[in-house]
């Protein structure tokens, strides 16, 4: 049977089975229907048993499928089977099954040969299992030796980073076309840890998927309709069983729009958590609205949050909190900002509504954005980017004597040289402690460009300060046109840890 062919006879199944679903009675079986011998497997059932599902199927799963009693009850089965691994049960695409289909029918294109579909061969196998990998390499020598066999070209595919904690953080695959057909078969597989390298069972990998469904089971929204949630926080009610701190940055957008970084902090303690398997994991969702002075909504995101610690890292995050960032473009006419954090695990709700002022940008005048303040340590708190815009790590203005303070921010409309095209500025650093001068830090020269916005970076050791409240005041001086512009941001410098 052609793959075309199988296809549609998969396709018939699921007409059939839908149909016969529809006209059957629910209820408890009857004993004429226990008595029953269980069905023999259709080719229809066992093509997607074999040809669609066999890599993400459980052992226990198949068992009981080739067990039901009847057609129909596979049918179900199979309807239930995707619906449990719907990532977001509330929208009305299965992601996890458009995934997996997508990988299946890129398999197919791109590792085919030979008369061999490509999701059947080595590639095709892993590619589905874990999607594209982080870098391939190609080696199209051949060689062929008194003492060694003839080989054909090599692929060596490299996977870091990977999401499910069952698995490895670094995996090499290396797959080898042994008769130079194009048809590639497994070599080996390995495990890289630290400079050492072990074998890796590649079934495994079988579990990757199996996660994606725990978890899908673990962090299901108790608010189904997120029509809810808009509606909680349309109504300007707060709700604080779920402390929110928040801080936002402006910084220049597109036309007269202006870019918005928002990092938001909430307590491990107000949060409830879920034991999967050894791993403790949090299922937050976050709602962000921006309205105007009407009241007219002009900015609205939702995002959920997951993500998982283990036992030794619960016990040391315990006491601190969990940072979300996320960035909004609006308009200047953005009054207030309303926040709300939904607790999945326990329907806790804590909402934030607040007036804000955002700065218009689109002068001919010299202008700064605020000060961004990020350390240079690695982050003891799970860090959730939420957009694909520009982020970044770290944000704090809370500092350990002994730690870098990583200072950005950009400047606008600087004034071009006519004859050259180029700006020129400079910028110098004040620290004040209680409207006090401490320390002036010219910056070097900033090299010219044709830009007429700029972003300034620079980072300053900390080793000096005592604990106290401090202020960096950052100064832009425009050589072509003579203006200059400031900007402020409070920081803390703190006791070192014990």
Same mark, same amino acid.
């Given at each position: 049977m052609t793959r075309k062919n199988s296809l549609s006879a998969i396709f018939l199944l699921f007409f059939l089975v839908? +149909?016969? +679903?529809?006209n059957t009675v629910s209820g408890q079986e009857s004993p004429q229907t226990k008595k029953k011998k269980a069905e023999p497997l259709s080719e229809w059932s066992k093509q997607w048993l074999e040809e669609v599902v066999p890599y993400i199927i459980t052992s226990?799963?198949?068992?009981? +499928?080739?067990?039901?009693?009847?057609? %129909?009850?596979?049918?179900k089965f199979i309807i239930n089977f995707w619906k449990k691994r719907d990532p977001l049960p509330e929208t009305p695409e299965n992601e996890f099954k458009q995934d997996y289909y997508?990988? #299946?029918?890129?398999?197919?294109k791109f590792f085919g040969g030979s008369g061999i579909d490509g999701w059947r061969t080595d590639r095709g196998k892993i590619y589905i299992l874990l999607g594209p990998p982080s870098e391939i390499q190609r080696d199209f020598s051949t060689s062929e030796t008194s003492f060694t066999a003839f080989h054909g070209p090599k692929e060596t595919w490299n996977y870091w980073g990977l999401s499910n904690p069952r698995l490895p953080y670094n995996l090499e695959f290396t797959f080898v076309d042994k008769f130079g057909t194009g048809s590639y078969v497994l070599e080996r597989s390995i495990n890289l840890m630290e400079g050492m390298s072990e074998n890796f069972d590649i079934n495994a990998m079988h579990y990757h998927f199996d996660y994606m469904e725990i978890m899908a089971e673990a962090t299901r929204n108790p608010f189904e309709d997120m029509d809810k949630l808009k509606g909680i926080i349309r109504t300007q009610v707060s709700y604080d069983r779920i402390p929110i701190e928040y801080d936002l940055f402006c910084l220049k957008g597109e036309g007269t729009r202006a870019y918005v970084p928002l990092v938001i902090e909430i307590p491990y303690s107000a949060l409830t958590q879920k034991e999967i398997e050894g791993k403790y994991y949090f299922s937050l969702t976050l709602v962000v609205n921006v309205s105007n002075k009407l009241g007219q909504i002009i900015y609205e995101r939702s995002k959920d949050i997951n993500f998982s610690h283990t036992s030794d890292e619960i016990e +040391? %995050?315990?006491d601190q909190t969990i940072q979300a960032q996320t960035a909004m473009s609006v308009e200047v006419d953005a009054h207030k900002i309303h926040l709300l954090v939904l607790d999945n695990f326990s329907g806790k709700v804590g909402t934030s509504h607040q007036e804000i002022s955002v700065p218009k940008f689109s002068s001919e005048e010299l202008s700064l954005s605020d000060i961004i303040f990020t350390s240079g340590r690695k982050s003891?708190?799970?860090? #959730?980017?939420?957009?694909?815009e520009k982020t970044f790590a770290g944000i704090t203005d809370t500092f350990r004597p002994d730690e870098e303070l990583n200072v950005y921010l950009e400047a606008y409309n600087l004034t071009l040289n006519p004859e050259t095209g180029s700006n020129s500025f400079r910028v110098e650093y004040s620290f004040l402690q209680d409207g006090k001068l401490l320390a002036? #830090?010219?910056s070097p020269q900033a090299e010219s460009t044709a830009e007429k916005d700029?972003?300034?970076?620079?980072s300053f050791k900390l080793k000096n300060f005592k604990p106290g409240?401090? #202020?960096l005041r950052a100064k832009v001086s425009d050589s072509n046109s003579g203006k200059t512009a400031t900007r402020e941001r409070h920081f803390t410098v703190t006791h070192l840890s014990p």
């Open positions: 839908s +149909f016969s +679903f529809l226990t799963e198949k068992e009981i +499928f080739i067990n039901l009693p009847t057609e %129909v009850e596979r049918g997508k990988r #299946v029918a890129l398999a197919n +040391f %995050v315990k003891e708190e799970k860090e #959730v980017t939420l957009s694909e002036k #830090v010219p700029c972003r300034i970076q620079i409240e401090y #202020v």
